[in-house]
Nanobody, 123 residues
Framework: QVQLVESGGGLVPRGGSVRLSCAAS????????MAWFRQAPGKEREFVAG????????FIGDSLKGRFTMSRDNAKRLVYLQMNSLKPEDTAVYYC????????????????WGQGTQVTVSP
């Protein structure tokens, strides 16, 4: 079992930056694939970024490359999402997710989810 708690959301000005954190507990995440998803009001949840446990470079959703980056600190059981040059359309609830089997950008494969943190980008 992995418990996930996101933090770092809030109100951000257009063009600003924010770093979200995801704290994992219950077991090590050194052999767990991690990901970030987001869900905007009235929209489907979408993949943002993912990180394989094997240490390969994180993969970012195509439309977010160049603005979003993901990192992890397995020793601290923390996963981060750095978001830069934020736009109002980035407003969403951001979720941290984890899975033992690699699931890529497919949310159905993720076994564990946090409760989400709201990010609101002002116009």
């Amino acid at each position: 079992q992995v418990q996930l708690v996101e933090s770092g959301g809030g109100l951000v000005p257009r063009g600003g930056s924010v770093r979200l954190s995801c704290a994992a507990s219950g077991r090590t995440i050194s052999d767990v694939n991690m990901a970030w998803f987001r869900q905007a009001p009235g929209k489907e949840r979408e993949f943002v970024a993912g990180s394989r446990w094997s240490g390969e470079s994180p993969f970012i959703g195509d439309s977010l490359k160049g603005r979003f980056t993901m990192s992890r600190d397995n020793a601290k059981r923390l996963v981060y999402l750095q978001m830069n040059s934020l736009k109002p359309e980035d407003t969403a609830v951001y979720y941290c997710a984890a899975s033992r089997p690699f699931s890529g950008g497919y949310e159905v494969g993720y076994e564990y989810w946090g409760q989400g943190t709201q990010v609101t980008v002002s116009p």
